[in-house]
């Protein structure tokens, strides 16, 4: 009994640093941003305290709405997208072939090289005069394809979740690289002798197999798409005329260049809020098919 | 298995201590670095928007250099910021109560913020030193409530037109329109011949607003419409001012810009006018070097401002203009650091700053003798610009009312927008306002 309890302290001691970590730089700014939404404030002069007032503004903000709408464009891309391509790529990967590892890391680079780099590459894969996108198009004589792909309201949007899949499907594919690797060897061999092959044995075996990984991974694709900030911002910064804008963008423009600090802790309460109500469906549903 | 209540009380009042710990010891640490004073050794930090190689951010980096070179005893720690993001840094370390001891302002909307947090240092005691050379209006913009708080390096118009001479002559301008409507015909004229008229880099949406909405309402309305809007005596959907959006709406619609205007910014809007893609480029006097002054084909260039325009309230003649860069100290500033930081302003900016600006083509707001070697170039932009000033729309219009006549000239652009609309947005987002 008594060493039991030595250990639950030590434990919790143990616990602390990285308990304390966590309190100061998620938790307790969270709960800042929270006290902040409540108030009227540039940052500079005293809060004013208006309530509900900022929450009401959001809800009747035409432009907010259409960052939720963007939010969401990105939501599918990452799970229409980025899960099936990253899986996709696991399956192609996961057999034995020549320069397996080498394809891995090309297909893992993009995750490493930092947001803004992609952001970047990406501009100028799509600018109009000298993009690589264009030129192709022109090269193999599609010249009424090409577009304005980040100036068009009409493409904006569809251009950027390319950039975002291409950005995250590398880390889909190791995590489920990694699942793939678990399944015993058996399991395949088994698959095999009763006949199963292709997208049969796909299908039936290799997806039911890592299916807690997929919901993982759709997890964690739902809470990145909430964050995508960085790309959008330097790519097109929310514009042409808020056609990209998602609600980090929002956010960070009502705060940071607008000032008012109070308006876009409010919309980051909100992000907040949608985020943890779409995970924890997706989370509910996970659990339902499960059981 | 019964845990102790007091036991439980000491480990919630230890973490408590031991974050409040973490958080005191991480914000002192910003602090301490600040200004440490070594055996009369003193650090300044400076914060500027001097990154890109400009000719007046090096003479201003060489500024810098020679003042440390004076003074051994004095070390300045640059922090150099892009100028794009430059403002939104400086907000969001005044909002931390953070500023650099040094730190570059702009004038009128965007310094107000900073004077009432008592963020900045009044300088009035040390004004003599500048008394002689730069004049009221000069000083005007960094005035609040009759005390002074910067002082201003340079002179920026934000809306000169450069013009390809030679394109402009194809379609039978041998001299700039000089009314509104032979402008549109030279546009017009431009666009069918295959030449894109205008090139505009709106992907850091300033350009349309300071660049040319400031041209536009001062031909359109008038030097004092921005106040009459601030004081209520005015709207923005007064039809004239409608009229005056309503010239982009008429430009857009008429496909004068590159496609692609949205995406560029503008130093990219820069190179393809100075590549030959365009015929116009409308922008501030500060690219006069870039596209005139350090170019071997300067020659090619004219410059001049937006035409009038018939039944226009406004004077064809005054460019739309600020003072730029404004030194402003710290208010936290004491003792040793202070004086320090005084004799770096008195140093820094003197006679022979304007000077050695004015020799590599900058306007200035100062009046110093124009140095013998100043360039042809720069004469004909002071010619040009000296026919009076007229308000630039953010240094009067609050960020946040600002930002929404931006993205609505940018919707203009793409067209889900128009003059009226935008015209009752931005009045709303100025009634909003708290």
Redesign the interface.
Known sequence: ?HT??GTKYAI?FGL?PA???Y??IAVVPIGMSAYYSFF?W????PL?Y?GLENFTEIFKDSIFWLSVKNNAYILLSGLLGQIPVGLLLALILNRKMKGAGFFRTIGFLPVVISSVMVSLIW?TV????YGLLNSILGAVGLDSWQQ?W????AWSMLSISVAYIWQNCGFFMVIFLAALQNIPNEVNEAAELDGASGLRKVMRITIPMIRGTILVAVVFSISNSFRVFDLIQIM??G?????TEVMTVYMY?NA??????GYGSAVSVLILLFSLIVVSVVNRLGKEKEA | ?KTPRNMKKA?LIG?IA??TL??AACGNGNNSSDGKEEGGKVTLNIMHPWTSPNVDNEVYRARIAAFEKLHPEITIKQDGVASAQYK?KL??L??ANNLSDINVVWPGADLK??V??N?LLPIDSEMANWSSILPEDALAGFNQDGKQYAIPTKQTFVDIIYYNKEMLAKVGYDVFPDTYDKFIDAVTKLKASGVTPIALGN???WPLQSSYLSAFQERFVGSDFLKKVMNKEAKFTDPQYVKAIGAIEELSNLKAFN?????MDSVQAQD?FIQGKAAMHISSSTVDSRIRITNAEGDKYGIALFPSVTGGLGDAKKSSGVVQFGIALSSELKGKKKDAALEFMKFFVNEDLYKELISKGVVVPAKVDIPADASEYLKEMMALTGNGTSPVFDSVIP??VT?VMQ??L??I??G??TAEQLAKDVQAALDNM?
């Open positions: 009994m039991l309890k919790f602390l308990l304390i970590i309190l100061g009227n540039d940052g500079i002069r004013s208006v501009s799509y600018n109009t005069e304005n980040l100036g068009d309201t097109t910064g514009g042409p005329a808020h056609a423009s940071f260049v607008n000032m008012r600090f | 298995m480990v973490s031991l974050l973490v958080t939104t907000r969001t005044a909002t913020p900073l009432d947090g963020l992907k850091e949406q496609t692609d205007a949205n995406n393809y960020t946040q930002s993205n609505g940018q919707a652009t793409v889900r927008m708290k």
